[in-house]
């Protein structure tokens, strides 16, 4: 789950991680109160949207009066701001943040996430703050300083100076540096985080060290050991069919091919994305319906895959296992009288009882196409969108 960059400050305040004053506001009335608040010469005024690169795109800027914070704040709030991470479409901001305006004499960027490889925490640094650090990653590897973090003892004090001294601090702002970044991890781990980054941590020219930004994504299987973390949701951000989709528990991740997948488990709902691909076209969505595809959950995956106008064709792909397949096919007939299906229906059912499942679904009278096994159903989809 993602949270916005001022929620993500207010947690840092709690740990003690230093970040500028500041201040949110939804009117551009309210932004020239806190300007006069703030009572800086500089103020900057940043739009509230999940996705990064907001600087770029013009959603960060830097007012010098309070009629300036205003008028700044009337261009930015409500524009649709395009990002490299919100698609051309963009993102609408509804909330700005206003905060005193640092004096940067240097960027750089920290960050923690899980290193799938090794099963534990790392935690990255780079001289290379402010920019995007996965190009950082991509072309000048060596400029990202590593130290894996051991879960049972956290980081250790060594190890955060270690990388603040790899960065280059020193003196005074190396101690406040390693503080960050001690106070970082016990964010991380406190908060149950999947992943945080600091992009920029600056040094000022008055000898502060601070976030200039942050990100804070939680670890949604630990959401119910943090009951305020919900709280912190903003659905606007999220897909609106993504968000529907949660409402049904049902694993959704919008893409954007034209093959409606509807499937159980997420090893089986990969590969049939993968078959598609390799059929010669392109899934529309990741769906995985659970264990007990019953019914309501199927009912409610059609009207999920079909509200996407996206979608050219449906390819259910089950396993009968638990669930036995003569269950499943008529669920799905009891669904495509519940749902009014537009557009080309293949299924695939497979293990218990497929044989007279798929007897129910020709006797059915439901115009649809059934396949045998996963590649003659990818190839029965593609052939039924006429090939893309
Ligand atoms: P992002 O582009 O979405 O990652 O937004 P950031 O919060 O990282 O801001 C982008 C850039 O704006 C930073 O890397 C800074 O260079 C600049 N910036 C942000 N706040 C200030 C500030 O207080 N003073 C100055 N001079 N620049 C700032
Ligand atoms: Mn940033």
């Not at 709902?269 to 691909?277: G, L, V």
């Not at 895959?305 to 979608?311: H, K, R, T, Y």
Request: hydrophobic share 40%; charged share 25%; net charge neutral.
């Amino acid at each position: 789950m993602k949270i916005h960059e001022y929620q993500g400050k207010e947690i840092f305040r709690r740990y003690k991680i230093a970040v500028p004053n500041g201040f949110v506001a939804t009117t551009a009335d309210d932004a020239a109160t806190i300007y006069t608040k703030l009572g800086k010469p500089v103020s900057v005024v940043k739009a509230q949207i999940h996705a990064g690169g907001r600087g770029k795109g013009g959603g960060v800027k830097l007012a010098k009066s309070a009629a300036e914070a205003t008028t700044l704040a009337k261009s930015i709030l409500g524009m649709q701001l395009v990002t490299h991470q919100t698609g051309p479409q963009g993102q609408k901001v509804k909330t700005i943040l206003i905060e005193e305006g640092s004096d940067i004499l240097k960027e750089y960027y920290v960050g923690i996430t899980l290193d799938r490889r090794i099963s534990k925490p790392v935690m990255m640094a780079s001289t290379e703050g402010g920019m995007d650090i996965e190009e950082v990653a991509a072309h000048s590897p060596e400029k990202i300083l590593r130290e894996t973090i051991e879960p049972a003892l956290g980081l250790q004090r060594f190890q955060a100076s270690r990388l603040a001294y790899g960065l280059g601090f020193a003196g005074d702002a190396a101690k406040q540096a390693t503080t960050i970044l001690l106070n970082l991890w016990n964010c991380y781990d406190g908060e149950d985080c999947s992943l945080i980054e600091i992009n920029p941590l600056i040094s000022t020219k008055d000898g502060k060290v601070l976030a200039l930004d942050a990100k804070v994504n939680f670890d949604d299987n630990a959401l119910y050991r943090h009951p305020e973390q919900p709280g912190l949701r903003d659905e606007a951000e999220e897909d609106a069919l993504e968000v529907e989709a949660s409402k049904f528990n049902l694993n959704y991740v919008r893409l954007d091919g034209h093959v409606g997948c509807m499937v159980n488990g997420a090893g089986l709902a990969m590969a049939t994305m993968d078959i598609i691909k390799y059929a010669g076209s392109s899934p529309a969505n990741f769906l995985d319906v659970g264990g007990g595809a019953n019914v309501t959950t199927v009912t409610n995956g059609f009207k999920i895959i079909l509200s996407d106008p996206n979608v050219k064709a449906i390819f259910v792909n089950i396993f009968g296992g638990i669930v036995r397949c003569d269950r499943i096919a008529n669920g799905i007939i009891e669904a495509a009288k519940n749902v009014k299906i537009t557009v080309p229906l293949v299924v695939r059912l497979a293990g218990t009882n497929a044989e007279e499942a798929k007897k129910i679904l020709l006797d059915s009278g439901i115009k649809l196409d059934v396949a045998d096994g996963l590649k003659d159903g990818a190839e029965k989809i593609v052939k039924a969108i006429g090939g893309k």
